[in-house]
């Protein structure tokens, strides 16, 4: 199994595609055999979820993302995980202990009304 996690200094970032980095790893018996980090190739509408399905990837856990993005992580047999926070080793190791639980996203498009009640959401997608 592969996950990718969104990365910035080492935690989770809050936006999927406004991320530096991808934090990706390899899980073999329930156990973390590999990790390594790679640059987010563009934050275009379908160049990330393209570039994960390239590289194999599983699983997707990342604090938010906008529904276009879940669609196609999901349409490319990707689990998509949502509501993640902290460390990106400790939120896998959560995720493999089976104590992860996924939120529904507050990212519904750049049209500058995110989230609950109109407010702007704190995912950072338009700073």
């Known amino acids: 199994m592969r996950i ?5 200094e080492n935690k989770i970032s809050g936006h999927f595609g ?13 156990k973390i055999s590999n990790k390594k980090i790679i640059e987010n ?3 275009e509408k379908v160049k990330v979820p393209v ?3 390239e590289l194999n ?9 906008g ?3 879940q669609k ?5 047999n990707m689990e998509v995980i949502l509501g993640a926070n902290g460390v990106c080793d400790e939120i896998v190791d959560k995720y493999l202990k089976g104590e992860l639980k996924s939120v ?10 995110h989230g609950e009640n109109g407010h702007q959401c704190k995912c950072r997608c338009h700073n």
């Open 51 to 53: 570039y994960l399905k």
């Open 57 to 65: 990837i599983d699983v997707v856990i990342a604090g938010n993302m």
């Open 67 to 69: 529904e276009g993005a």
């Open 4 to 8: 990718a996690l969104p990365t910035i």
């Open 41 to 43: 190739p563009g934050h």
């Open 18 to 30: 406004h991320c530096p980095l991808f934090t990706i790893y390899e899980v073999n018996e329930g």
């Open 72 to 76: 196609l992580l999901k349409e490319n």
């Open 104 to 113: 529904a996203s507050t990212c519904h498009g750049h049209d500058g009304h």
